[in-house]
């Protein structure tokens, strides 16, 4: 453990220098290498910090991704809940799930994160995002011995992003005001398709 | 007809300012007011120009709604595919149609048209283009005399926004580099249930 002071992280007391850095130094590695190649002692070494003080101000991996990206919330939150339900089920699942966060009050993060994706300054963490924290469980989850599911979560990843844009950016009615029980009754199937359903 | 010379405006000598203008104010009374409440009439008065340089400099209203929104290409050249195929073909032909003509060279401008959409800054401009010049005739085709076919276009346009983005923005693969086909085989059924298909 190094020197920093331990149990203030949720004020910041001084120490937003080395928040700065470790998530400075994270950004730089996670779009250079992505998340899988980028480790936490890496990220460390390149803020100049103990590795112990990342987890202390970030928690995991996947969650200092979070905070480089600005996710509301943690990703895990969102995973466990596609753990839990059955495969002829996932398709509605992630549409309810994520359109339901979306008109929550974290819906204008998750527009900010988009816009920082579409931007298109930091192509390689939005690829990142999807593959290796996003999209990487449910991938695993439909892979079989002749597929290994990116084509079909990469399918999902178009559907999803592009209700967001339409429902949330653009606001295109009426399904901007759709119900959250019509949209998944729509667009459900779409994605129960494109991770289980035959693709021609 | 003004004063303005004419047959020159392919190299606009010293009438960039008037281009400009009209520019200007079209852009202006299309975010304002969207497509069909703007004449090419109030452009011109807004721009203090006869409305035949309007036409002599952009040609219809659709092409300055194009110029204002900097499309690559007159949206008629792809609404008149559309319009000629039968309407169990529609889905297929509209993704073979959209994704082939990102895939082009114009591919670029595409993604710029969709930066600008998604940043948000102008976003009647991005409903206007959707409900009044893209999807218009493709609604009018769907719509029945219970469900004028405002929702399953704007579905349509939430899954083509989304192929756009994950395949020419954040360039996730495999969707990225899929042939068309593959593309066509897998998202076209999307659509085609968007138009016509049972929505639940």
Redesign the interface.
Known sequence: MSGEPTGRSGRRPGNSGARSAILEAARKLFGANGFDRTSIRAVAGAAGVDPALVHHYFGTKRQLFAAVIELPIDPEVVLRVLDAVPLDELGATMVRTLVTLWDSELGSSA?AV??T????TE?EL??SF??EVALQRVRGRIATATDDG??RV??V???????L???K???????AS?PVA?VV??????VQ??LTGD??
């Open positions: 527009v988009l816009r994706l579409v931007a298109g192509p939005a690829r999807f593959v990116s084509g990469a399918l990843a178009s559907q999803m992003l592009g209700v844009t339409a429902r950016v653009i606001a295109l009615e009426p399904l759709m019509a009754a729509a667009v459900g199937p779409t398709r494109y693709l021609g």
